[in-house]
DNA sequence: TTGTAGGCGTTATCAT
DNA sequence: ATGATAACGCCTACAA
């Protein structure tokens, strides 16, 4: 490996001046600075980043928490991390987070990173405080179910934009309309119910336990099971409209559906949220909420780098929705 | 934050008996172990992992180039590799590779990286060199375009598995079968392309360039835009069936056809590469080549851990695949 | 404008 | 069984 020490030896002078040099820092004399450069290119020098980080106690590395890779929800906020990131000369480290291998990510981090992004994951309150005292920001995208003062958020305003959904259903002349969601585990899903839920009574709509559908990890195979067995009951669905948590699980619903032959739209309305790019290429494409994930992704690496170098307070905010009418939401059947 | 030495202060030792308790090294008498446990504890002290990186040149970190993080092909492979490293401790480090940027990875990795994993991009021969100089390996998951002597990959085989198609699709009366690949630059889908060409040929099946469809990025928009595009001409398609590189380029062309109402399979025949979910929730579903994402994930990182750490040498591997029918591939329709 | 030297938190080699 | 202490490669006062 070739050190700064080389460089120095080749160039003819100092280490410090090499360090000049890289970060452009203290007035070099062009002559040096050409026979530096010159020495750093003849051996091919690159500065080990480790060595840097020990010393500047800077990583210049963002960890990432994901709650399932492959998703591509997720995949695309981490697109907009990714691409903004790459901009401020930050990388980023991304991890599975497993609630039971929760207090691993301590080890797993440490010294490693400058900042974490959470996605919308309750960490324990110890983690919180761990990472506070060795001062490694946290930020979660998406509102976790469980807040901490000091975890600062961004999401969309789920109680707004549920509640136009909820318009625009209603004025379809749903007034049952059910949800498919997540048992537990995925925090991230039960905030979406609470604020539907609120969402629906403001207006005066009813909503029953009993037309609450449940799935696991958002995923669209246990969506479309859940369907499919309410489906296989025989007796007519309770609802005429179905919102659900995320796209995958609306694809899920909408495949069971075409195999048990209920129609939609015409027997069963499907909205969604998130709008993946997957959700206006079914037929009949997906009514849903877009989540302006690209953005997102951008706006939080730039809190964070804001933060990192300037001190700027690392507060949450809210990003803007939008309500994606698509053909499969239509009028109630009744 | 706490280091080392706060922790031998507190317990009475000297910082060497806390390394060899954390690392266990050397035997330590049972009780100044726990002693040295206990100050951890109370301490609440965690390792600094870039210090120990600095010293021991190892980072039990890898890194992975995407091309686009967005896809779920790809997401599904890092799946794998995610889980697996987790196991051994590495963490990964996800980067999106741009060929015009290809020379800052030498910056960006530098003394942070163990190994590097590429999906298929063909790297110059300098970054190649590059990182067998500074002792990184290299490997690919998707054969490269361009190969190098010093850069093994895994991939399955696409001259078995499209003549496995071909035969399929022959049998189906297809004689003229088109391709839905991608201009450039995604190099593995080149390599995809020459194979069915290969596949076809060898079975006596004519291909014409005419016959190719291109999109970019290998991204659903595009292939629907091409495929779009084609049907708009008016003239009866010269293929009865076509072959696409990827899973959402087969999303893509499906669409194109159900907005222009060519009926699937009865008019075209689609089949496709990769099998990720979605391609089984379609109307109709795709017929495809399975993939072995997670599973490659997981033999990709085997190699790497095994070869950093017992110098096993890196070498190439072939995965299996397999056919998957499903209901876009019909008869003929002459 | 350039050089010297201390220190970042570890590990590991020697002594003890 | 434990303790000093020299690296690891870099940055940055401070000195020259």
Known sequence: MVTRDDVARRAGVSVAVVSYVI???????EATRQKVLQAIRELGYNPNLTARSLKTK??????VLFNNIGNSFETGIALGLEQKAREYGQ??????????????LKMIFM????????????LKTETVDHFAKVGVPLFSIMT??????SVPFVDIDWLAAYG?????????????IGFMGNRLREKHHDVRLRFLRRALEARGLEFRDEWLL?????????????????????DELPFTAIVCANDLMAIGVLSACRDRGLSVPDRLSIASSEDILMASHTSPAITTIHY????????????????LKNGTPLESFAADYEIVIRQSTGRARD
């Open 23 to 29: 970060n452009n820092k203290a007035v070099v004399k």
């Open 58 to 63: 800077r990583t210049n590395q963002i960890g």
């Open 91 to 104: 990388s980023l480290i991304f991890q599975t987070f497993a609630p039971e291998e929760e207090d691993n």
């Open 111 to 122: 010294g490693r990173t400058d900042a974490i992004i959470a996605f919308g994951q309750s």
């Open 144 to 149: 976790p179910e469980l807040r901490h003062e």
């Open 164 to 176: 136009k959904l909820a318009d625009h259903l209603a004025g379809l002349g749903h007034k049952r």
């Open 214 to 234: 449940r799935g696991t990890f958002g995923t669209l195979e246990s969506a479309y099971d859940a369907m499919s067995n309410r489906l296989a009951e025989g």
């Open 292 to 307: 302006p994930r690209r953005r997102i992704g951008y706006a939080t690496v730039d809190a964070i780098v804001a933060h």
